[in-house]
Each structure stands twice: as structure tokens, then as C-alpha cells.
């Protein structure tokens, strides 16, 4: 199989995710490790791509569940739809979402393979929302995934494990630390079987 092309793609680190519940605690710990991570990714080459949801309020980009419940979220031009404030994204490259998956109604899938990626790591909330959808749609694009567990939270903390053992067996995914990435070598693609999971 190829060389490893990697990018980093972080993940609706947005203030709405973060403003209540569990993630609040996890605001500047999670903004530090991706901070961390995209300066490492940017001295390496590695692109980076910084993903927020943002809908409109004509509710044209609305999911159904917004719909129902009559109830606009992450609203262009919001405060709570802009990245944390601690989060550094100079250098990185912006995607605007409107569903759960990056890949879904964007042209992610093609700007990574005009430069040559073939395998993604995924940093974000939440694990078993948004970081899943990305993830498995990832693996529909024949993308290789990397999750970077330390870098990944949920607001349901009872999902999170659960979730990421599910896509190591399902997907073969493999689970490294910002540690194990920063300081490591690169992620290979031998042994896709999630032993390490």
C-alpha cells in the first residue's frame, strides 16, 4: 500500500459544543492538544483542516430535527458558531458543514486528493456524532483513518469509549495519542486489524 499522506482534520471545536455539560470542562484542554497537534502537522507539511457546522436562518441548511423543533442552531454570523477562542487556526484551511459528516454536501473528498491525502486524523466533538460520521465517511472515501483519542470528546461521556472501540472494529481504525503522533513516527498502514483499539 502507499505512503501515508496525511492531513488533520479538527472537528466542530466550536463555543456552542462547549458552553455547558461535560465538553465545558474540556474547552482549553482540548483546545491546547489540537493547538499542539496543527503547529506539529504545519512544521511537517501536514494540512489542516478546520471544521465548523454553520446554518443559515432562512432554514434552508436546517436538519429535520431543527425543522421539528422549529429551533435554529449554530446560525451564520452567531458568536457560538465561531471557533474557541483559544483555538489557533492560522494556517489551516476552513470547511463549512451543514450536517454531521464533513464529507456530506462538501468538496472535502476532493481537496484532499488534489494534494495527495490518503489518510486522515480526526480530532473533535462529538465522538459519536459528528467525529463518527466524518470517520466512517472517511472510510467510504478509501481514506485511511488515524483517531486521536486524547483529541476526541463527546457531551454524551457514556458514548465515547463505546463509540471509538465500535469504529476500530468495524472500520479497522486505529487510536494513537497526540503524543504517540507528535513524537512518534508516521502512522503506517500496515496491520489494519484493531488490535491497538
Not at 17 to 44: M, Q, Y
Not at 142 to 159: F, W
Amino acid at each position: 500500500m502507499d505512503a501515508p499522506h496525511p492531513a488533520l482534520l479538527l472537528v466542530d471545536l466550536q463555543r456552542s459544543f462547549f458552553e455547558d455539560g461535560p465538553l465545558k470542562a474540556r474547552a482549553a484542554d482540548l483546545a491546547t492538544i489540537c493547538n499542539r497537534l496543527t503547529a506539529w502537522a504545519l512544521r511537517n507539511d501536514i494540512p489542516v483542516v478546520a471544521v465548523r457546522t454553520e446554518h443559515a436562518r432562512d432554514r434552508s441548511t436546517w436538519t429535520i430535527s431543527m425543522v421539528e423543533d422549529d429551533a435554529g442552531f449554530l446560525l451564520k454570523g452567531d458568536e457560538d458558531a465561531q471557533f474557541l477562542t483559544d483555538l489557533i487556526t492560522e494556517g489551516t484551511t476552513e470547511l463549512v458543514k451543514t450536517r454531521d459528516s464533513a464529507f456530506h454536501g462538501t468538496d472535502l473528498r476532493a481537496r484532499l486528493r488534489r494534494v495527495g491525502v490518503n489518510q486522515i486524523l480526526v480530532a473533535g466533538v462529538s465522538t459519536h456524532t459528528c467525529v463518527a460520521a466524518t470517520a466512517a465517511d472517511a472510510y467510504a472515501s478509501d481514506l485511511d483513518v488515524v483517531l486521536v483519542d486524547d483529541a476526541i470528546a463527546s457531551h454524551r461521556e457514556e458514548l465515547h469509549e463505546s463509540t471509538l472501540d465500535l469504529l476500530c472494529e468495524e472500520y479497522r481504525f486505529r487510536r494513537r495519542s497526540s503524543g504517540e503522533l507528535i513524537d512518534g513516527p508516521p502512522v503506517s498502514f500496515e496491520s489494519r486489524i484493531p488490535e491497538d483499539c
